[in-house]
């Protein structure tokens, strides 16, 4: 006998919101997602949420605070493997967070993006091209941003675009990122 999902209320996979709570995402907002995704999958309701500024700002736009988040755009054309692609994330925030505390004008964004969570998001880039791409469409929104360049020791050729980081006020990043799909 095969077994039925576990519906809520509001005809929601009630399997579906544990995934997305863990990526950081609101209970009552990961069950929104859900819902405006048709309770296909905890991916596409991630997708809808971080994509699409589901994650409403309207509370602290009234307050003149605004949501900030991190991005990682990840070279999928490049050969890495999981823990790899772990390293170079890591260089990638690391590297990006540095900037920023050099920065006096950043110091306000680090300490709203922290107050809210601090919120990370890893998505797929579809190539070296496609980072440059973006990357200069970051500096030209004037997002700080950090492109890891690797060193070559292992997996990847030196110099290989590996990693781009954004920050900046949510919007703003979607402007970017917005269509990137996230790394599973």
Same mark, same amino acid.
């Given at each position: 006998?095969?077994?039925? &999902?576990?519906?809520?209320?509001?005809?929601?996979?009630?399997?579906?919101?544990?995934?997305?709570? %863990? #990526? *950081?995402?609101?209970?009552?907002?990961?069950?929104?997602?859900?819902? !405006?995704? *048709?309770?296909?999958?905890?991916?596409?309701?991630?997708?809808? +949420?971080?994509?699409?500024? #589901?994650?409403?700002?309207?509370?602290?736009?009234?307050?003149?605070? +605004? +949501?900030?988040?991190?991005?990682?755009? /990840?070279?999928?054309?490049?050969?890495? @493997?999981? @823990?790899?692609?772990?390293? =170079?994330? *890591?260089?990638?925030?690391?590297? !990006?967070?540095?900037?920023?505390?050099?920065?006096?004008?950043? $110091?306000?964004?680090?300490?709203?993006?922290?107050?809210? @969570?601090?919120? $990370?998001?890893?998505? =797929?880039?579809?190539?070296?091209?496609?980072? !440059?791409?973006?990357?200069? #469409?970051?500096?030209?929104?004037?997002? &700080?941003? +950090?492109? /890891? =360049?690797?060193?070559?020791?292992?997996?990847?050729?030196?110099?290989?675009?590996? /990693?781009?980081?954004?920050?900046?006020? %949510? %919007?703003?990043?979607? =402007? /970017?990122? @917005? $269509?990137? $799909?996230? #790394?599973?």
């Amino acid at each position: 006998m095969e077994s039925q &999902p576990l519906v809520s209320e509001f005809g929601v996979d009630e399997t579906l919101v544990a995934p997305l709570v %863990e #990526l *950081g995402i609101p209970e009552a907002e990961a069950r929104r997602a859900l819902a !405006l995704t *048709g309770g296909r999958s905890a991916e596409a309701a991630a997708q809808l +949420y971080f994509s699409s500024g #589901l994650d409403s700002q309207e509370e602290d736009d009234a307050q003149g605070s +605004y +949501y900030f988040k991190m991005v990682f755009v /990840v070279n999928m054309e490049l050969s890495m @493997g999981t @823990g790899k692609i772990a390293a =170079q994330v *890591g260089h990638a925030a690391i590297g !990006l967070f540095q900037l920023m505390q050099e920065k006096s004008t950043h $110091k306000d964004m680090i300490s709203q993006w922290e107050e809210h @969570g601090a919120k $990370k998001v890893v998505l =797929q880039g579809s190539s070296a091209d496609q980072l !440059l791409e973006l990357h200069a #469409l970051a500096l030209s929104l004037e997002l &700080p941003t +950090y492109l /890891v =360049q690797d060193a070559g020791r292992t997996q990847v050729p030196s110099g290989s675009h590996t /990693v781009l980081a954004i920050m900046g006020e %949510e %919007e703003m990043v979607n =402007q /970017v990122t @917005g $269509k990137l $799909k996230l #790394l599973n």
